[in-house]
């Protein structure tokens, strides 16, 4: 069995991918595949795993994964000291980072630069699963075009298919290139020269400032990342909402006025605060009124006490579960009023 560990941020798609590679290994008569997912707090840039097992028998156990032979970094910001107890013996980590490690364990990719070159938005997802379509052994490349044209929608079809094609070259390239330069990666199932539970060089790194360097991939030993560069997308002030989910959203929350009753249970409950409340609208007596002048005077609203912010709604549909009216539903994406 090839099990392979997936650590990601909410937003990142490492589940989509987990199921991805799931899918592409399954395409091979005999192959059997099973892939699930482990949140924690359910917003945008928590972070989770997800997890793939790969087998020529039906996999009967549901069970997470301690130890891989492939763990993947979606976010180089949760690849931290220790990371090694996570690998089996020969078993490889892929990293999402410009940096480079002195161990052969440790395959550093640019991920974040190619999407964001190629998709126009950091989600490094398939750059991993064309990696693993080259790692994998008994999988190929084109088994993960093909479930990318059977479980992506079709518009993100050949922006997918084109990042594939961009990490197989450039993989092959480099992998065939790192016995001359004295970089060979360990091998899958043999054991790595490195000690179990040493430090990788260069991991401290991780956390200063360093010098800009051009985005490629693969960088095996390109200079580090500056701080910046990937902080600007995985850290934000403490209570504050300041990156769109517009943007991943499949499906969002529309209220209906006449269901509605005000009682504010789908405000107390939305995880990010996305529904607010409406205030009573106002309206000022003018001089010579019939009544007392400048006298501020509520009125109703016209529609519901409540409104959604689209901007950084998620799409999660807890709002909808909560309300037990049946003033809150769920429509595919674009079709909101």
């Known amino acids: 069995m090839i099990e392979v560990l997936w650590h990601g941020r909410g937003g990142q798609g490492a589940?989509?991918?987990?199921?991805?590679?799931g899918a592409a290994a399954a395409l091979a008569p005999g192959t059997h595949a099973l892939a699930f997912p482990s949140f924690g707090p359910e917003r945008r840039g928590a972070p989770m795993r997800?997890?793939?097992k790969l087998s020529d028998a039906?996999?009967?156990?549901?069970?997470?994964?301690?130890?891989?032979?492939f763990v993947v970094y979606l976010d180089q910001t949760l690849f931290a000291q220790g990371w090694e107890r996570e690998l089996k013996p020969g078993g490889r980590a892929l990293v999402n980072t410009t940096h480079s490690f002195d161990d052969p364990r440790i395959l550093s990719l640019d991920a974040s630069g190619l999407s964001l070159e190629v998709l126009g938005r950091d989600i490094p997802n398939t750059v991993f699963l064309g990696a693993l379509a080259v790692l994998c052994e008994g999988l190929q490349p084109d088994q993960a075009k093909e479930a990318v044209r059977q479980y992506m929608a079709p518009k993100l079809h050949d922006a997918n298919l084109r990042i594939i094609d961009r990490v197989v070259a450039q993989l092959v390239q480099g992998e065939a290139a790192a016995?001359?330069?004295g970089a060979?990666?360990?091998?899958?199932g043999k054991a790595s020269n490195c000690e179990?539970?040493?430090?990788?060089?260069?991991?401290?790194?991780?956390?200063?400032?360093?010098?800009?360097?051009?985005?490629?991939?693969?960088?095996?030993?390109?200079p580090p990342a500056d701080h910046a560069v990937y902080a600007r997308n995985t850290c934000w002030d403490a209570g504050h909402l300041v990156t769109k989910n517009a943007g991943w959203r499949t499906q969002c929350p529309v209220i209906d006025p006449a269901a509605c009753t005000g009682c504010l249970k789908c405000y107390m409950d939305c995880?990010?605060?996305?529904?607010?409340?409406?205030?009573a609208a106002t309206s000022v007596t003018p001089t010579g009124g019939g009544e007392a002048a400048g006298v501020e005077k509520s009125t109703p609203n016209a529609g519901t006490p409540i409104a959604?912010?689209?901007d950084f709604c998620k799409g999660c549909g807890m709002c909808v579960r909560a309300c037990r009216f049946g003033a809150l539903s769920m429509i595919p994406e674009g079709g909101q009023a």
């Open 15 to 21: 589940f989509t991918a987990a199921r991805l590679l």
């Open 184 to 188: 060979a990666p360990a091998e899958v």
């Open 58 to 69: 039906p996999v009967g156990d549901r069970s997470a994964i301690n130890q891989a032979d």
């Open 196 to 222: 179990a539970g040493t430090p990788a060089a260069g991991l401290e790194a991780l956390d200063q400032p360093q010098p800009p360097a051009n985005r490629r991939i693969p960088t095996l030993r390109t």
């Open 50 to 52: 997800a997890f793939t």
């Open 308 to 310: 959604i912010d689209y």
């Open 179 to 181: 016995p001359a330069t």
């Open 271 to 279: 995880p990010d605060g996305t529904i607010y409340k409406v205030k």
